[in-house]
């Protein structure tokens, strides 16, 4: 599925979150948001899984706008793990899985073999099985991360919005995860903070600041010790991975005098 935003803006109380932004993801392609705390990825991607309407500006997906579209048909598309998405009630992690495949029930039937077999897909994608009858409260933030990005998965959306994803994820689970969004043949969205991470797993990155997009490109072209320095104001020093040649950040802590600037 191909994403297009086109001059995308949101406004709140006369402060303008994401002003003029146009990017593009084509069929099956990862690519990236970063930039500072509060420059815009979370409400840009709100914007994407229809949690948040644009002020100004288009979100077509197929070249059509989804401002025609139905919720639900949205969410048979597009799926969403964001930062809000907490289950707060008590459910098994099945039912919090199989909470993705409501979009493609008719009414209130019941799950079908179908739809259980790809709860038991979702789940094994994320090395989770084993979790299913446990309530989701009682799990840790990552296995609970986890639980999420298979009810996300078990939605067998086209596009894939993730804000964040590898929040609370331990160093395997978090390389388990973007190795997935590498494999899963999807369009991929996804808002990191980790630079490395984002180098590793991106087609391409954009670059927000101040809810506008300063760069677009290939994680190479971008993550640039000169862009890295003006957007995050740190300073850094960019290498190869050895093996894969996708650039890799090496950071320089700062003198007392540049500190929290
Ligand atoms: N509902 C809202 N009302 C007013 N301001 C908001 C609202 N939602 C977000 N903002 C502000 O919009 C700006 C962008 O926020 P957003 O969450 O999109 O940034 P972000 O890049 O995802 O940040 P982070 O890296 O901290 O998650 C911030 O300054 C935030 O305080």
């Known amino acids: 599925m191909e994403l297009a935003l086109r001059g995308l803006c949101v406004t709140t109380a006369g402060r303008a979150l994401v002003r003029e932004l146009d990017l593009d993801a084509s069929s099956g392609e990862v690519v990236g948001l970063v930039g500072p705390n509060g420059s815009g990825k979370s409400t840009t991607l709100r914007c994407v899984y229809r949690a948040l309407r644009p002020t100004a500006g288009r979100v077509l997906l197929d ?9 639900r048909r949205s969410a048979r598309h597009v799926a969403a793990l964001t930062q809000e998405s907490r289950a707060e009630l008590d459910f098994t992690v099945w039912e919090v899985v199989a909470l993705g495949r409501a979009p493609h029930l008719r009414g209130n039937r019941p799950l079908g073999e179908a739809d259980r077999e790809l709860c ?9 099985e084993h979790l299913a009858e446990r309530g989701v409260l009682g799990l ?12 996300a998965l078990a939605q067998r959306p086209r596009l894939l919005v993730l804000d964040e994803p590898t929040n609370h994820l331990d160093v395997r689970h978090q390389l388990d995860v973007l190795a997935f969004l590498r494999r899963a043949g999807l369009t991929v969205l996804v808002a990191l903070h980790d630079l490395n991470l984002a180098a590793a797993v991106c ?12 760069a677009v490109g290939r994680p190479a072209e971008v993550l640039t010790p000169e862009l890295v320095s003006a957007v995050f104001g740190v300073r850094v020093t960019v290498v190869r991975h050895p093996e894969t040649g996708a650039p890799q950040l090496l950071y320089t802590l700062p003198e007392p005098a540049e500190e929290s600037r």
């Open 120 to 128: 038991q897909w979702a789940l094994a994608q994320v090395g989770a």
């Open 63 to 71: 070249g059509r706008d989804v401002a025609d579209w139905s919720l």
């Open 203 to 214: 087609d391409r990155i954009g670059v927000l600041d101040g809810g506008r997009l300063v």
């Open 140 to 151: 840790s933030g990552g296995e609970r991360q986890r639980v999420l990005i298979a009810r």
